[in-house]
Nanobody
Framework: HVQLVESGGGSVQAGGSLRLSCVDS????????MGWFRQRPGKDREGLAV????????TYADSVKGRFIITRDKAKDLVYLQMNGLQPEDTGMYYC?????????????????RGQGTQVTVSS
């Protein structure tokens, strides 16, 4: 049973950085997908980044490409989302998600396992 717990959210000024962490425990698959999505006030959920565990392939939404980086620490069962150049429009709740690999990683919004989220607030 996959359990995901996010941390690392907080408040930062525009232009600043945060690194979100996601503890991924209980995952017994040798090859699977991890990702991040967010929910901003008044907007639909938005997939941000996906990492194929086992192949190390990453994909990013256009809105965060070049600013956000998804990585994994295998020894610690941690997945990170490094967020740079944060802007007020990045304010929202950020979630970690996981999915078994089915050929290729699906849209992160379809991943069945999700954490409780961590709040990110960016002030101007």
């Amino acid at each position: 049973h996959v359990q995901l717990v996010e941390s690392g959210g907080g408040s930062v000024q525009a232009g600043g950085s945060l690194r979100l962490s996601c503890v991924d425990s209980g995952n017994t698959y040798s090859s699977y997908c991890m990702g991040w999505f967010r929910q901003r006030p008044g907007k639909d959920r938005e997939g941000l980044a996906v990492l194929w565990i086992g192949g190390a392939t990453t994909t990013y939404a256009d809105s965060v490409k070049g600013r956000f980086i998804i990585t994994r620490d295998k020894a610690k069962d941690l997945v990170y989302l490094q967020m740079n150049g944060l802007q007020p429009e990045d304010t929202g709740m950020y979630y970690c998600a996981a999915d078994q690999l089915y050929g290729t990683c699906r849209d992160v919004l379809d991943f069945p396992a999700r954490g409780q989220g961590t709040q990110v607030t960016v002030s101007s």
